[in-house]
């Protein structure tokens, strides 16, 4: 069964850079053809996917977001971290790790991890 657990700071100020880890278990996050990404949804709006990496280690970012975005991975700890430059009060929200296929849907998913960007 595999599992993901998003662990990082639940508070970030205003210019910094928010990091989170997704801690994998159950599957090996170089397995073919598996994409590994971070979503998160603000308060009172909709799912908004950020990127993604591949078991290749390669990444893929959101339009949106891919100038401030970046998506590493440590394969001996199973674990890929997502760390936004920058940010703002506008970045508040549950930070989601999930497991996905490009042209498939999201099949496992972490429980979610609140951050919130203040001063």
């Known amino acids: 069964q595999v599992q993901l657990q998003e662990s990082g700071p639940g508070l970030v100020k205003p210019s910094q850079t928010l990091s989170l880890t997704c801690t994998v278990s159950?599957?090996?996050?170089?397995?073919?053809?598996?994409?590994w990404s971070w979503i998160r949804q603000p308060p009172g709006k909709g799912l908004e996917w950020m990127g993604a990496?591949?078991?290749?280690?390669?990444?893929y970012y959101s339009p949106s977001l891919k100038s401030r975005t970046s998506i590493s991975r440590d394969t001996s700890k199973n674990q890929f971290t997502l760390q936004l430059s920058s940010v703002t009060p506008e970045d508040t929200a549950v930070y989601y790790c999930?497991?996905?296929?490009?042209?498939?849907?999201?099949?496992?998913w972490g429980q979610g991890t609140q951050v919130t960007v203040s001063s």
């Open positions: 999930a497991r996905d296929l490009v042209s498939g849907p999201y099949d496992y």
């Open positions: 990496i591949a078991y290749s280690g390669s990444t």
């Open positions: 159950g599957g090996s996050i170089t397995t073919n053809y598996y994409y």
